[in-house]
């Protein structure tokens, strides 16, 4: 099915709103990244998080947003890198674009990683570190909140048809929560927990992979997902080309091949920010050297 494609910004606000990825797509992240945190990374982590525990905290973010903006100017920013999507690559002066002041995730994810790793940090700033850490990360892997082609990182692409958002069906909204519950739908989770699901994804990353992932830091991990919007999240679309101006046009309705290859792509890249997460806070919060097959470095 062939579908039309609104590129107007309209009265859509400049900067984004919607959540990456669902709460469950934050939470499996967690889940993920806390099978793989080291005995006395775990220790610390309950010392900071009291009665809470990971998957809550890394929802913090999506929850508190509008508080944290009236306390903290500019903390909306954080939850995305809103590189173009055209841009083949990015520069020192890009980055001031689409990073002003600092606020977008990949500077937060860095100035937070500094905060939890002092020991002379208070608890109370360790822990509000934990959240912000926790969440973006999470957030830097789904394509749409690493790029954007002047439409608010696909929240101005409206689609036709059935989507869980309804009224404000977006291309960014079906990225964030309908795709992560199309993967999770198969027959093989069925009548599995979160934990379980967490658990299961877990296992299936080599040691090989741990060892990749955590590699290059924020500026690789962004990389990967601003070529993932590229190829496929905008790459798919009908009509897409970054040589030419998209035209004003109808709601979209993606086909069925542009949505196998969305939902194809949310368990891995859950698990790689799982794997990541879990390398920053065992940076973070380890003492000593990695056993072997630890998840442990981490490059700023």
């Not at 999506?62 to 841009?87: A, M, N, Y």
């Amino acid at each position: 099915m062939v579908g039309l494609l609104v590129w107007s910004l309209g009265a859509v606000p400049f900067v984004q709103d919607a959540s990456a990825w669902s709460a469950r797509g934050h939470r499996l992240t967690a889940l993920i990244a806390y099978e793989m945190l080291t005995p006395s990374s775990k220790a610390r982590l309950k010392s900071i998080l009291g009665t809470s525990d990971l998957a809550t905290a890394a929802l913090y973010l999506d929850l508190r947003k509008s508080q944290l903006e009236q306390t903290i100017e500019g903390s909306r920013r954080w939850h995305f890198d809103d590189r173009p999507v055209c841009d083949a690559s990015a520069t020192k002066a890009d980055y001031s674009d689409y990073c002003p002041g600092g606020n977008c995730a990949s500077n937060q994810i860095r100035e937070h990683f500094d905060v939890l790793r002092d020991p002379r940090s208070a608890n109370a700033e360790r822990l509000f570190a934990v959240r912000v850490i926790s969440h973006l990360v999470g957030d830097i892997h789904q394509p749409l909140h690493a790029s954007t082609h002047d439409d608010v990182g696909g929240n101005a692409v409206k689609l036709a048809g059935f989507w869980k958002a309804r009224s404000k069906a977006n291309l960014h909204s079906a990225w964030d929560d309908d795709f992560v519950d199309m993967a999770f739908a198969g027959r093989a989770y069925k009548n599995m927990t979160e934990s379980q699901i967490a658990k299961m994804l877990a296992a299936q990353v080599t040691q090989a992979q741990k060892a990749s992932w955590v590699k290059g830091g924020t500026a690789r991990w962004l990389q990967e997902s601003h070529a993932l919007a590229r190829q496929t999240a905008y790459g798919g679309l009908p009509g897409f080309a970054c040589s030419q101006d998209a035209p004003d046009q109808e709601p979209v309705e993606l086909s069925e091949v542009y949505i196998d290859n969305a939902v194809a792509l949310v368990p891995e890249q859950l698990k790689k920010a799982g794997v990541r997460l879990a390398g920053i806070l065992n940076r973070a919060l380890s003492g000593g050297k990695p056993a072997a097959g630890e998840v442990w470095v981490w490059k700023p």
